[in-house]
């Protein structure tokens, strides 16, 4: 992924109905996402996982330090470390119950980031200090597709009903962190 840069920030900002809040909630989910895998890695002594998880890892912190780079350190969401936490948990937790729980538990999260950068991309034009943002925001979404895809195909046949209550649940937390980390 090439590391591109927003000039103007502030000025995109102001021109770009919740761009600000958005970038914030990219941001604590990246954060996240960095602690997903190191959730996993905490716990896992599958070789199959610990290689997914290590090659995962290392794109979820380019894209933490890209958005490090273009959230400044106070506007970041003020509940970095229960992101942190949340992030380690959901990670570790799969991990417990093995490589089926944990590409599934990938796939959720990953289908639930794609989507929600695909709603910030619709709202940036594809030229000037957009652009460049919008282009940042595609190349992470195009690596978080990847990961999705990638933890599908390995998870295989359709969840039984308790990973699919675990599924549902990492959906719903998902959707509530993005709401408070816009907020807070």
């Excluded at 919740?18 to 604590?28: C, I, K, P, Q």
């Excluded at 199959?48 to 090659?55: E, K, L, M, S, Y």
């Excluded at 289908?111 to 709202?123: E, S």
């Amino acid at each position: 992924m090439s590391n591109i840069m927003v000039v103007d920030l502030p000025a995109l900002t102001r021109t770009v109905p919740g761009m600000r809040e958005d970038l914030r909630s990219d941001h604590a989910g990246e954060a996240g996402a960095v602690m997903i895998y190191r959730g996993i890695l905490a716990r896992s002594r599958d070789p199959g996982v610990r290689r997914f998880a290590i090659d995962h890892l290392k794109t979820e912190q380019q894209h933490l330090k890209i958005m490090e780079e273009l959230v400044p350190e106070g506007a970041r969401s003020l509940l970095l470390p229960m992101w942190r936490v949340a992030g380690w948990m959901t990670g570790y937790l799969p991990a417990l119950v093995g490589p089926r729980a944990v590409y599934a538990t990938i796939a959720a999260v990953e289908r639930f980031v794609v989507t929600h950068y695909q709603d910030q991309i619709c709202k940036l034009t594809a030229d000037g200090s957009e652009g460049a943002l919008r282009a940042t925001l595609e190349a992470c979404q195009a690596d978080e597709a990847h990961h999705r895809d990638e933890a599908t195909a390995l998870y295989g046949q359709p969840p039984g009903k308790l990973l699919r209550l675990w599924l549902a649940l990492v959906g719903l937390g998902s959707r509530y962190a993005v709401l408070a980390a816009r907020r807070l």
